[in-house]
Each structure stands twice: as structure tokens, then as C-alpha cells.
């Protein structure tokens, strides 16, 4: 094997990147030319799903008619605002997917206020900016707006003022909490997107000094005093705002507007306490596995498999460092993948050392009999490999179009413990073997070898 020494540094390397990793819940790694920089700050915990963790789920479907037709873009686009907003509302490890065609699966591992977190789902409809003339308004006035109604007349037919919408929460590009001048003063500055800028520069040129309000499913969350003409598309929001409050509007205008109305179908909460069993039992069938494995290989296969056992503990470093660096969130379907892709690491090793024992039978040296049992044995591993990284996109395919977040979990594991596993068996095993087996006398010490 040509350069064996160059491998078995980076594979040295390797190794100690994946304990630092493992065996650390943050990594902090200080810039050597800013001392007040990290290259690296991350947290690298690892992160588990519903099913071991506990949490909530919930389902979500379009609040519209079951005849009407809804595009998978409308779909695709509303999950990906709920997603952002459970995510600035610091819920961690959000799991949100399209189930069907009109319905999607959401995931909340670890929470502790599962009423809060459903609460906030359902407010998921239309955010507008609503001209308020002189009149203020209290913070949770409901009020009528003539958004999406051609030529509405003033009131309603009880007399309710009807209030003109000048944009809806789809003209915001971004927005974002600052600290104001005075302590404990937040404010909210925003930036518009191109095409709302005019509209909403002529708008607060000729309002200057009226209210204008921001308005979340026909609440009034805040209603500010229109300071200045706004024409160069951004601004700030004041209003004597906590840090909290400031925040949790910042998230509001972010998420914008959804393309369909959202309505919680189904919550459930998943118990902690049986997330804690089903890990325990996981790792200790996990760790029985592979103390298995490493006891088969070392009696059948004597020295090489010996050698295959180093290499597959490095198997499961590298995996693991993988994991929590990606990062992958573990279910137990996703822990069971990884278990398989063990198995799948030590059949390869097993083409391997089967072609081993042959090209040593046939006469050849030692370092021979290496290098041809692997170049033998590879067009066997290459294939049933890609086969089954074909079976796991097809898997994660259709846990995407389907909502089946159990499929995806066992799907992703498994597809990156295949990959690690012919690293694994192809280069680490094939330079251990060279490192220590280049210079051993075969007709010396055949037991060695299972001959």
C-alpha cells in the first residue's frame, strides 16, 4: 500500500478530531490572530428526537374547503414560515414536513409548554400593517380590515369601522431587535423588500404622525406613531417594548404572512420518561451488538480480525462524530439504522479476509495477499453499498413526500453509516494491516491468521 505512513497520520488525526467531538457537549476553538474570535463555536451535543427525548406533535392542516385545491409550492412555503417561527421562538430541534397534499407533521423535541407552543401554531394566519388614521388602539383590540375585499364599504353592517391594509406581512425582507439609547429600551428595526418600498415610502410620507398598526389575524399587537416619511425600505418600531416583547414581535414580522390558513388538527405530548427507557435500552442493545461483533471477528478471523475490531471502533467515533456535527437528530428508527450500517461494516471486512485466507493459501506474501484481497473484494463491497445508499434515498424520498419522519431518521443514519463503513473497512483496516502486519513471517505464525 503506497503511502501507508501519509494514511495512518490522517487517519490519527481523524481519530482524535472525533474524541474531541464525541466526548464534548460545546466546542470552542480560539482564533490565534483574535483573541476575541472563535474558529470554531458550536454546540455539538447530541441531539435526540420525539421518541426519546419526549416533547410534542402536533398536525397541521389548510384551514380551507376539502374541495379546494391547494399547490404543493403554497404547502411547502407555509411549513417553511412555521418552521422559522418556532425556531426564533427558541424551540430547538423543530421537525416540521409536508404529509400529503395538504397536511404537515410538526415535531417539538424537549418542550416544556406544549399549550404556549399549539398557542402559537394556531396563530398562524395574516399579519397586515393597517392604517389607523388618529385613532390609537390597546394592544388586543380586534378590528376589521378590507384586506382581499374589492370596493369595502367604511363599516360593517354593525357599525364596526372597517380599516384599510396598506401591506401585508409579505413586503418584510427581515426584521430584528436592537438595543435603543436608554437602558431596558428595545427596538424593532425592519427592511422591506424592493417591491414594497415605494408603496410603503409614499404611504408614511403623507401619514406622518398618524398611527400605524401591525395587525396578526385581526389583533393589534402593536401600533406605532408613523415618526418619518420611510422611503429607503427601512425602519424601526419603538413603543416601550421589554426584550421579550420586542422579540416575540421581531419573530411576528419575520414569519410574515402564510400563503394558506393552518389549523391544528391533532396535538399529542410524548413523556419523557419513556424517551429515557427506550434510549437506555437502545445504547445497552447497541453496545451488546457490537461487543458481539468484536468477540466473533478476534476468535474467527485471529489477527486481521483483531485489527478489523480497531477499525471498527473507529467505525463508530467517526459516525458519531458525524452525527453530532451534521447535526442528525436520533429517533429510535435512526439509532437502529446505525446499528445495521454495523453490520454492514464488518460484512465487508468478512469479503475481505475471506479473500485474504485464499491469496495466502495460493502462495503469496503477505503484503501481497493484502492488496489483492482487497482490489478483489471491492467490486463485491462497491456494490451491495450503492445499493443500499439507492434503498436509503428512496426511503428518504418518500419520508419527505409522506411526512414519515420515522423513515427519514432510520434513512439518514443509515445511509451515512454505509459511507463511513467503506471508509472504514477499504482505508483504515487495509493501512492497520500494512502497519502491522508488513514486517510478520506468514509461515511463522500461520495461526495467526486462521490458516
Known amino acids: 500500500m503506497r503511502n501507508k505512513n501519509t494514511w495512518l497520520i490522517l487517519i490519527g488525526l481523524l481519530i482524535a478530531f472525533s474524541l474531541w467531538v464525541d466526548l464534548s457537549k ?27 427525548r419526549g416533547g410534542l406533535q402536533a398536525l397541521l392542516e389548510a384551514d380551507v374547503p376539502a374541495d379546494t385545491p391547494i399547490a404543493a409550492e403554497d404547502l411547502a412555503n407555509a411549513k417553511s414560515i412555521l418552521e422559522n417561527r418556532a425556531n426564533a421562538l427558541g424551540v430547538s430541534e423543530v421537525v416540521m414536513q409536508v404529509a400529503g397534499d395538504r397536511r404537515i407533521v410538526a415535531e417539538f423535541p424537549g418542550i416544556s409548554n406544549p399549550e404556549e407552543v399549539v398557542a402559537a401554531l394556531k396563530q398562524t394566519a395574516l399579519l397586515e400593517f393597517v ?22 364599504p367604511a363599516t360593517t353592517e354593525s357599525g364596526e369601522t372597517i380599516y384599510h391594509t396598506v401591506m401585508t406581512g ?28 415605494t408603496l410603503f415610502g409614499e404611504y408614511t410620507s403623507t401619514h406622518i404622525g398618524q398611527y400605524l398598526a401591525i395587525v396578526l389575524d385581526k389583533r393589534v399587537i402593536s401600533a406605532p406613531v408613523i415618526q418619518s416619511a420611510i422611503t429607503d425600505g427601512a425602519g424601526q418600531i419603538s413603543g416601550n417594548f421589554t426584550q421579550d416583547a420586542a422579540q416575540t414581535l421581531a419573530v ?69 462524530m458525524l452525527f453530532k456535527m451534521i447535526p442528525v437528530v436520533l429517533t429510535l428508527p435512526g439509532i437502529a439504522g446505525f446499528i445495521l450500517s454495523v453490520g454492514m461494516a464488518v460484512d465487508a471486512n468478512v469479503l475481505i479476509f475471506e479473500r485474504l485466507k485464499e491469496e495466502l493459501r495460493g ?35 418518500f419520508g419527505s413526500s409522506f411526512g414519515a419522519s420515522i423513515v427519514k431518521g432510520f434513512s439518514v443514519t443509515l445511509a451515512l453509516g454505509v459511507l463511513v463503513s467503506m471508509f472504514t473497512a477499504i482505508t483504515v483496516t487495509r493501512t492497520f494491516l500494512h502497519t502491522l502486519l508488513d514486517g510478520v513471517k506468514l509461515n511463522d505464525h500461520p495461526r495467526w491468521f486462521g490458516l
Open 26 to 52: 460545546y466546542l470552542k476553538l480560539p482564533n490565534p490572530l483574535n483573541s476575541a474570535e472563535y474558529l470554531i463555536d458550536r454546540n455539538v451535543d447530541t441531539r435526540l428526537g420525539l421518541d426519546l
Open 131 to 152: 392604517d389607523m388614521g388618529a385613532t390609537p388602539l390597546p394592544e388586543g383590540s380586534v378590528i376589521q380590515t378590507d384586506f382581499g375585499v374589492e370596493n369595502a
Open 170 to 197: 409579505a413586503g418584510l425582507k427581515t426584521a430584528a431587535v436592537q438595543r435603543g439609547q436608554l437602558a431596558n429600551d428595545y427596538l424593532i428595526s425592519f427592511e422591506l423588500k424592493p417591491d414594497t418600498t
Open 252 to 320: 411576528q414580522l419575520r414569519s410574515g404572512a402564510l400563503p394558506i390558513p393552518i389549523k391544528v388538527v391533532e396535538s399529542r405530548t410524548v413523556g419523557p420518561t419513556l424517551g429515557e427507557e427506550s434510549l437506555r435500552k437502545s445504547v445497552t442493545a447497541g453496545l451488546i451488538g457490537l461487543a458481539v461483533i468484536i468477540l466473533f471477528m478476534a476468535l474467527y478471523y485471529r489477527l486481521p480480525g483483531i485489527v478489523a475490531d480497531l477499525a471498527l471502533i473507529c467505525y463508530a467515533l467517526f459516525s458519531l
Open 363 to 397: 502462495g503469496r506474501n503477505l503484503r501481497q495477499a493484502i492488496d489483492l484481497a482487497w482490489s478483489r473484494a471491492w467490486p463485491s463491497i462497491r456494490d451491495s453499498n450503492i445499493s443500499t445508499l439507492i434503498t436509503s434515498f428512496i426511503l428518504f424520498v
